[in-house]
Nanobody
């Protein structure tokens, strides 16, 4: 069983930065693609960034390109999301997810999810 625990959320002013972390307890972390999702009140969950198992490929939502950076440390079983130049529209609960795939950003059947961490950006 895989457990994912996010941390690093909080309240920050517009233009500020936060670094989210996601620690995995599973043995499959290094062979799995990982992703960060977010869900704002009244909105659908969206994939913000994703990274392949070897970190050779990444994906970013258009609205965060150039501001967010996803990375991973397979030796520490930890996923990161560095968020810079934060905007009020980035306010949401952020979730990390582990894909059953190593190389594709598929997070449906067989995926594991963390409990989420709140990010609030004040204007």
């Amino acid at each position: 069983q895989v457990q994912l625990v996010e941390s690093g959320g909080g309240l920050v002013q517009t233009g500020g930065s936060l670094r989210l972390s996601c620690a995995s307890s599973g043995r499959t972390f290094s062979s799995a693609a990982m992703g960060w999702f977010r869900q704002a009140p009244g909105k659908e969950r969206e994939l913000v960034a994703a990274i392949s198992s070897s970190a050779g490929k990444t994906y970013y939502l258009d609205s965060v390109k150039g501001r967010f950076t996803i990375s991973r440390d397979n030796a520490k079983n930890t996923l990161y999301l560095q968020m810079n130049s934060l905007k009020p529209e980035d306010t949401a609960v952020y979730y990390c997810a582990q894909s059953p795939s190593s190389d594709t950003y598929y997070f449906e059947n067989g995926a594991y999810w963390g409990q989420g961490t709140q990010v609030t950006v004040s204007s």
